[in-house]
Each structure stands twice: as structure tokens, then as C-alpha cells.
RNA sequence: GGCGCUAUCGUCUAACGGUUAGGACGCGGCCCUCUCAAGGCUGAAAUAGGGGUUCGAUCCCCCUUAGCGCUACCA
């Protein structure tokens, strides 16, 4: 049963980088509209003037892009919409649905304070809602700054089935009147937000369980306005180790970190999906197209989920091993020329770059373990584990060995992973050696790590000089 | 403080009144093996506590506890 009239919308404040949490709520909503058929909108919230900027706005939609999300309206700015938000401020105070307040921030601040003082909690007394007419004619004569503030019921529930919590409850009397328009005449949040949904006729809000509270206050603003209220629906956050609300304080929260740690955005939107959601079947390793399909609210967790890098490193992982050769390649092609370590003229060609990926791949979290553990594969200049050196390379005996399977390798007719292996095992069992410990030797000299791939293979990848001037330069490094 | 939301292995989660409470990450063991991964097999590990409702509660209700969120002329 898609939905194709469906209609939602991402709207973050460009007051800095796509957190994981932004990006998750962005994802989500953007794998509604695609499972649905609908459309998804981009908004952008940046009526804070001064905290918002116009490098933080591309770096969101930079960030949304490389996740894989597209948007079929909009980026809209909303500062650039605030004629209509005064309009609907305006007319519910000519309606009577909200008031002009004089109180200065200084009182009300003052107010606040007491109420704190006596323990009672405060919201706004409605002070200037019950000024008397001689006042009131007063206040506006003296041309005080005032803002508008809306008349919130001071009986009855504000009620919703939230999409994802379930029914939740407001006693209105406990609702403040809030803020509509400040004093120097800019939309507050609440206004915006219900006059850029309106407008841009949004059927399902779909955020962060932050705006839970928020929620009774824009669901009266719709009745106020006269205008059917979409659906409401709050994702679980997400999560610091800690249990604290994931922050900066937990080092990594932008999803350019993780793309600059080296992680696929098909790994990162495929472990953000699962946080808070699960798909019907055991299998959590899927591209977008299958979470686009499998997509549903209605296994979406109630509860907050902490963020555990580990597991998304083991999903990248995954997708690294099961992603197609040639964008992977590609991949490590962009990450070798970032780091300065695309060498042509030793990578030769796709299919000598491919063939290193092929043997590296499995052995890899993420894309930075190409240049950095994977070095020897891509330039000549590497240097040797200290402790693959101690272990294998500290018997001088070593070394003449080494420049002896060098000089049988440069005799081999042809140079395969049958031969070379052949030649190894022979020259390990005339030195009274096990091959074992050869090929570790081997290893450390050809490619720096006591840790690397089978070893003919990597021998077979290198070729026949670049493995014989390996194994003298280790052998005369001596 | 007030209001709201939440509560299954350490973590992400499945089980939508009846299961030996399942899977995944991580951790341990074994296999494979030229190292390390990957892969296969395997082990330890959870229903926060207390009351109800019911023939029967992880599941429904209440209380407690804990965590989180909101509490601005920020969004």
C-alpha cells in the first residue's frame, strides 16, 4: 500500500556539520518517501541568522549526497520565507489566537528566577494577555518593543498518535504561552516550522524524539491556523557510549569524520539505518536499494540507541568485501591520490590496481587501511614494522639467504605462484629451515608487515623485479 | 523541580500472551592455514525491581528505580 501522495522533508539548522543523528533523521525520512513512492523535501532552518552560515549549508547537502540521498524539492531556505510566517503571526492576533507581550527579558528572567528560588515552576503568567484596556492602549503608544506571544488553551489535553511512541498526552494548562514573533519582527522555531509544513504541504513529520515536547505546541498551532496537522513521528536518539546524547565530547559525530576515516557511505547509511530499526529478516547487511524496499515505520524502536563505532567498522567491512571490484577500486584509487600515494607508474594499470584491492580487501575496515597498512602494495617507499624486523629479520644468517632466493628468482623461466612457492620451499629445505619462517622473513622484506597476504600471492602482485630488488634492498639494508 | 518518553545479553536488536528467549557486533575456544584477516563451527552473556490481570506473561495495567528529552525573544 505505497503512498505516493505522501510528502516529508528534512530541515536542519545549518549551525554546523550533518551529525550522525541529523543524518539518520534525514535518512529515515528519505527511505519513507522512497519505499512510499513520495516525496522528500529539503529545508533549510536558518532563521538564527547568526548562527547559521552558508559553508554549513553546503556541507550538509555534501554530506547528504555522498550518504546516497537525493531530494525531489527544495534545498528551501526558510529565511527567505519569513513574510509568510508574519502573516499567519499576524493573523491569529488579529483573530485573538495570540497577543502582543511587552514584558522585557529582563522580567520575565527575573520572574523565571523566583519561580526557581520558591521551587514552582514557571511558565510565562500570561502578565500582558490580562492588561487592562488603559494599559494596553498605553503600551502601544509608547511604541515598546514587543513580541507576539500564542494563546495556548488553558484547559483540555493536546493528544497525538505518534507514529512510532504511540498516543501521548499534554495537559494544556502546563503549555506555555509561547513566542510566535520576537521583537525585532523574526519567526520563532514553532511558527516557522508549522507555516513551512503547511505550505509546503508535508504529510508526515518524521524527527528526533527532542521534539516530543515541541509537538503540542505546533499541533495547536494547526488547529489555530485552521490547517489539518500531519502525522507525527519521533525516532529514538542516538547515543554516546556513555549514554549521554552523542556529542562532540565523544570525539566523532560528523558524518564527514567517517567519510574521512574511510568509511563507505553505503556502510555508514546501512549502520545508521539499523540503529532504531530492524529489518524483518536476520540479514543487516543490505545496500540501499534493499533497505529502500524492506523500509518500514512500523519496526522502528521506541528506545535510544548508543552509537558503537565498532560495529559500523565491521559493517563496512562487510560492504568492502561484497562490493564490486571496480568501485572499490575506484575508491582506493581516490583515497591513494587524497594521501599522495597513486604511483601510475607502479600501479600500472585497472587491472594490476584491481588485483591489489582483491588481495587487500578482506584484510581491511576500512578504505584509510589501503594507504596505510597496505602501503607496499602502491609505492616502493614503505617502511619495516620494527617488530617484523626483531622477528624475522634479526639472524644475520637471514640475509644471504634472502639474496639467494632473489638470485633463483631472477633464474625462475616463469614466474607464477607454483614456481615461486617451488623455489622457496626448496631453498628452505637446503638451508634446514622450515619454509614457515622463510616465508615470514619474505614477507617483512616485500612488504615491510609481518602481516599481509598469502605470501605468492603478494609475490605474483609485486612481479619478478620489483620482488628480487625487494628482497636485495632488504638483504643489503643488512 | 515540572512535564514527557523509554527500559530484552556489554552494544544493536528479534520474539507483536504459550519459544530450550533467536540473530548480529564485541569477547573466548576450535577448524582452515605461510602470518593476519576473511570464512566455518562453537562457548559465555539478557527480559531492571515489585505488584496485579490471565490457565499462562518479555509482551497488557499500576508503582518503584534508572536513563534520556524538553523546560529561551535557539532550532
Known sequence: MPNSSLRVRFAPSPTGYLHVGGARTALFNWLLARNQGGKFILRIEDTDLERSSQQMTQIILDSMRWLGMDWDEGPFHQALRVDLHRKNAERLLSEGKAYRCYCTPEQLEEKRKAAEAAKRAWIYDRACLNLTVEEARRRVESEAPSVIRFRVPESGETVFLDLIQGEIRFENRLIEDFVLLRSDGMPTYHLSVVSDDIDMQITHVIRGADHISNTPKQLLLYQA????????????????????????????????????????????????????????????VMDVADIVTHFDLSRINKANAIFDVAKLEWINAQHMQRIKIEKL?????????????????FTRDEKSLKAAVELLRSRCKTLRDFTGWGRAFFVDDFSVDPEGKMKYLDDPGIYTILQELA??????????????????????????????????????????????????????????????????????VA
Open 225 to 284: 491556523l485552521g490547517r489539518p496537522s500531519p502525522e507525527m513521528g519521533h525516532l529514538p536518539l542516538i547515543l554516546g557510549p556513555d549514554k549521554k546524547r552523542l556529542s562532540k565530547r565523544h570525539g566523532a559525530t560528523s558524518v564527514e569524520h567517517y567519510r574521512d576515516q574511510g568509511i563507505l557511505p553505503e556502510a555508514l547509511a546501512n549502520y545508521l539505518a539499523l540503529l532504531g530499526w530492524s529489518p524483518g529478516a536476520d540479514q543487516e
Open 329 to 345: 577500486s575506484g575508491m582506493v584509487k581516490q583515497a591513494l591520490s587524497e594521501t599522495g600515494l597513486y604511483d601510475r607508474a
Open 407 to 476: 638470485d633463483r628468482y631472477e633464474q625462475l623461466p616463469d614466474f607464477s605462484l607454483a614456481s615461486t612457492e617451488q623455489a622457496l620451499r626448496q631453498l628452505a629445505m637446503e638451508c634446514n629451515m622450515k619454509a614457515g619462517t622463510l616465508i615470514g622473513a619474505v614477507r617483512v622484506a616485500l612488504t615491510g608487515n609481518p602481516v599481509a597476504p598469502s605470501l605468492f600471492d603478494v609475490i605474483v602482485y609485486l612481479g619478478k623485479q620489483r620482488t628480487i630488488d625487494r628482497l636485495r634492498r632488504a638483504a643489503g
